[in-house]
């Protein structure tokens, strides 16, 4: 509707909602860190807009402190995807990882690359390099931990099949947490 300001405000809202360690109402700050429980996927994706309307919002001519800002965020969302990556090892963290973080990624870049050129500030190369090393290496990483584990010849099947199921049953606990709004019940899941 191009309410952007207005935007900008729920989806900080929305941030403080998903993660119960981050209590900020300023829509310039994002957490910090990622430690405890969180909403991870549902996280990622309201960082993810906000960062969207902070671009939209530098693109309709408020001022290059919009695109630090918008770059600012999206760092935090992948921050945020480094954290599930080294956390979660299911079918659904590698589906999010690959499906939605690779397109996070290639904004970030794009972003510090505008950054770069207005600003000539190196450490936005440096960054982008991170970025895209950090991207291919979480595909590879996911794929060499898989590989890793089935190769090993003294492994019982059993215990993968364990491994599994409990990865599941985790990924289920975690959908089950983002569904519910009863303090009482996310306690005792």
Known sequence: RGT???AITCY???VIQADPDFNDTNVLHNPASFYG???SFFLFDVLTAKAAALQMKYAS?????FLLQSFETYSCALALSKHVEKIYNS???????KETVDTAYKIAV???LQLYESTTDTSYIFKLLKYIED???SGLQAGLQELQLSTIPSLPQNLLQEERKLKFNLSGL???LLQTKDSAQNNNL
Not at 61 to 65: R, S
């Open 91 to 97: 079918d659904e963290a590698r589906f999010f990882l």
């Open 135 to 137: 991207d291919r290496a």
């Open 4 to 6: 952007l300001d207005k």
């Open 61 to 65: 001519g408020a001022g290059k402190f």
């Open 12 to 14: 900080q809202q929305a």
């Open 174 to 176: 975690n959908n089950a």
């Open 110 to 112: 794009e972003l510090g």
């Open 37 to 39: 429980l969180h909403q």
